[in-house]
């Protein structure tokens, strides 16, 4: 395992510099929600956070975080990547490849290895579906990436300066209203960095889109939840926006767009507001993505491969974790640039520019012996948890890493999810 910058080592083995990279990102968060006054975090704990669905324990069971459709499948040519949590991406690979839907992995895997990559993919991802090759590393692609800044930060708009109203250094953004519009772990990551330094967080989902129930007990932490039709109800979401401090946005750019939800619009209907934006590949165009296929697409699969023959993955889904540090990071920043001169400010970043960083980082030569990345549930680290009761569910979670001085121990619950009014406090 490589030491990090700062002398630290985060227990998370791998060719590439996936603790240096696990640290600097938590560490940014920490440093942006107090700034001028440092505390650094336990670098087990940062492993153990990065890992924290490995942790995840349900009354006293650990879920089944991945469905068998959330693989790599041998084709003809080499291998794809496919994603398939969410019964509705299930539903669309089996659709785009001819497949009934209660076909099961060892039917598409047949299937899948009749095809190349490129028709596996067009295929599916033309039925709705989530699929990539698996990509070798092609440094121009990261180099170019790597020009511009991990998060970027823009002025959109023009209003009054809004200072932070809190003055405790245990919750630095009390008094900040953050509208969550994110979903699976990158977003959610932000927004419960946001909500652990004292915002207000309100997560709205869609009813017809429910979340897996272990990755709201995962992610959700100190937030309140909501389910809103933000199109036939949009007055009382446009109210919710006039209110805000800030909107975190983890949709497609394209149906950000559809729905008159671009950064543009938000600013030019609300020029207060901070918006943050993630998304799995950077541009306006980008298709859906998960870190799994973004570790694929971008040739951190094969650099992590156990034996240079079948496609590997990172020992977390350190994409989705730094990404969701980082940006809550940003966001910090522009609430108090805000203050300062005023404005409306985006800031984002993407999965695949986080992989740009962790691509252009030393890395480490040796390979990863088998059993180093630790079993489901454990590690090579402490990890320090946390025990709540949720809807009559007792839950075990990863504590938390980030850190400032006076930073609480704990995190607030998760509450369930859906069950709070679509309404600040």
Not at 198 to 206: K, T
Not at 218 to 237: C, E, T
Not at 260 to 268: I, Y
């Amino acid at each position: 395992m490589r030491q990090s910058a700062s002398g630290h080592v985060v227990p998370l083995p791998s060719h590439l510099a996936v603790g240096e990279l696990a640290w600097s990102s938590v560490c940014a968060a920490g440093a942006a929600l107090s700034p001028g006054a440092s505390a650094a975090p336990d670098p087990e704990q940062v492993a153990a956070a990065y890992r924290s669905d490995r942790h995840l324990l349900i009354d006293g069971e650990a879920p089944d975080v991945w469905s068998p459709l959330s693989r790599f499948w041998r084709v003809t040519d080499g291998w794809v990547r496919t994603h398939g949590n969410y019964p509705h991406h299930a539903a669309a690979l089996r659709s785009g490849i001819g497949a009934p839907q209660d076909a099961s992995a060892p039917d598409i895997g047949e299937r899948l290895s009749r095809m190349t990559a490129e028709t596996a993919t067009r295929m599916i991802a033309s039925a709705g579906g989530l699929c990539v090759p698996v990509r070798r590393e092609h440094a121009p692609d990261d180099a170019a990436l790597r020009a511009h800044p991990v998060v970027e930060t823009h002025r959109l708009a023009d209003s009054s300066a809004r200072r932070l109203r809190a003055v405790s250094a245990h919750a630095p953004l009390a008094g900040v209203r953050v509208l969550d519009l994110t979903r699976v772990i990158a977003g959610p990551v932000a927004t419960r960095t946001l909500a652990f330094a004292g915002a207000d967080v309100l997560r709205i989902d869609s009813p017809l889109l429910p979340e897996p129930a272990w990755q709201h007990l995962d992610v959700g932490h100190g937030k309140r939840s909501a389910l809103l039709d933000i199109v036939a109800d949009r007055p009382l979401f446009e109210s919710l926006l006039a209110d805000a401090d800030a909107i975190v946005l983890g949709y497609r750019p394209s149906g950000l767009t559809r729905l008159g939800l671009s950064p543009e619009s938000l600013a030019a209907r609300h020029p207060h507001l901070v918006i943050g934006q993630l998304s799995a590949w950077p541009g306006d165009g980008s298709p859906r993505g998960f870190d799994s296929l973004v570790q694929a697409d971008s040739g951190i699969s094969w650099i992590e491969s156990p034996d240079g023959a079948t496609p590997g993955a990172l020992p977390a889904q350190a994409l989705d974790h730094s990404a969701g540090y980082l940006l809550a990071a940003g966001v910090a920043t522009a609430l108090r640039r805000r203050g300062e001169v005023g404005g409306g400010w985006l800031v984002r970043t993407s999965l695949r520019r986080v992989a740009a960083k962790l691509l252009g980082m030393p890395r480490d030569a040796a390979p990863v012996a088998a059993g180093d990345q630790g079993s489901p549930g454990q590690g090579p680290y402490t990890a320090r948890t946390q025990e709540f009761e949720v809807a009559g569910q007792r839950i075990t979670t990863v504590a938390p890493a980030v850190r400032w001085p006076g930073s609480p121990e704990v995190f607030d619950p998760p509450r369930p999810w859906g069950g709070d009014a679509a309404e600040w406090w």
